[in-house]
């Protein structure tokens, strides 16, 4: 049965692409929200010290 075998790889493939570009979106929404929090909290120490 070479065609199940065929098909099970692209099917590997395939969740192995969607799995590393979604690691990828992870990895820069984890960047934008220290970068977010990092605003937020220089933010807060500026408003705190302005008091």
């Given at each position: 049965?070479?065609?199940?075998?065929?098909?099970?790889?692209?099917?590997?493939?395939?969740?192995?692409?969607?799995?590393?570009?979604?690691?990828?979106?992870?990895?820069?929404?984890?960047a934008?929200?220290?970068?977010?929090?990092?605003?937020?909290?220089?933010?807060?120490?500026?408003?705190?010290?302005?008091?």
């Open positions: 049965m070479p065609q199940a075998r065929y098909r099970r790889t692209t099917t590997s493939h395939a969740i192995h692409a969607i799995v590393r570009r979604s690691g990828q979106m992870a990895g820069e929404l984890l934008l929200t220290s970068l977010f929090l990092g605003l937020f909290a220089s933010l807060l120490t500026a408003a705190s010290f302005l008091h």
